[in-house]
């Protein structure tokens, strides 16, 4: 059996046994310990690991690991969102994102323990992983880049203009990336998949659109019935004092944002990551550094309020991930991201325009 691997998770897991000595939030704190059941679980999956790096030849030992980084994630969402079912305000150590995070890579390591991946077959899924939050990273940046310059150059006249011209030169952005990442890998025009939906595209497209929807629907639900605030999309607050924002980001979903996003996101993050991992698992990956790179827009709430839109943010992007996935066509995974972002700027419209927001 390789050690590296478990190593590694043996690493992640002791600086995961760290975070629960800082400060999380007063939640099953006690003493020293920031978080009393995140220290139990991770030196659970630190002594799982242990065992798995020292030569025991057990496959459930990693399952084990998984579920002792597993349970640290979810002592750090429930640390943060239990005092906002009860009406109580809470304060957010540093000790609590980060063993969020430890414990989600920790149960990435423990699966890749548990299919017995080699060192070399990790590095390169840790590289590929890394360098595809790279390109989302730079995507965002240099989007938001094109969108400041061209502003400087082209006057935008009121605030829908401003907004609606802020979302095309975003868009292209994008694009740009998207292109500098083909001339940088030597790939064409042929690498884009980019056709005419057929019959079975469509019905992706519809099914696509519905799920979405039936997830938001259900999360949506869970989050209201355990008291779990959400925060609005910075777009959605502009739009407070000036509706008609949304009714120009109806066709601009169909125009730019879906195709945009869903071109590097889909066609250029997750098509680069097959090369690394399973198309399963690479839907998994960049729909997490999707999740990722939507934080500056969701960024206008509180941390519980802010985390919990990321989480259903993510479920929602994970159909949009399994609808390019499934059909091998950008055009439909945009189709499917406009037509709900087309129809969320619609409701949102008539529920500020009727005080129901």
Known sequence: MGRFVPTVGFVVAGLGVATTFAEWTDTFAAASVGNVPGLVVALLAMAAFAARRHGIDDRRLAALAGL?????????????????????????????????????????????????IGRRAFVQKAIGSLAALGIGVAGLFVGYLVAIVGLSVVPADGIVIEHGLTTVLFSVGLGLVAVAFLRLRGLGLEFLDVRWPTRR?????????????????????????????????????????????????????????????????????????YD????????MVGTLVFTAIHLPAYATGGSAAIFATLVKLFTISLVLGIVYERTDNVVVAALVHGTYDAIQFGLAYVAITTGML
């Open 276 to 283: 690394s991992f399973s198309r399963r698992s690479a839907v």
């Open 68 to 116: 002792g980084s597993g349970g640290l994630a979810v002592a750090a969402s429930a640390a943060l969102l239990y005092p906002v079912g009860t009406g109580e305000s809470v304060s957010v150590g540093g000790g609590l994102p980060a063993a969020f995070l430890l414990g989600v890579l920790g149960v990435g390591i423990a699966y890749a323990d548990w299919l017995g």
């Open 201 to 273: 595209g469509w019905v992706f497209v519809v099914g696509g659109v519905i799920g979405m929807f039936a997830i938001l629907a259900v999360v949506g639900y869970l989050s209201s019935w355990l008291g779990i605030p959400s925060t609005e999309h910075a777009l959605i607050e502009a739009a407070q004092g000036r509706p008609a924002i949304l009714l120009w980001f109806i066709p601009l979903s169909w125009l730019a944002i879906g195709p945009g996003e869903e071109l590097l996101s889909r066609n250029i993050v997750q098509k680069y990551l």
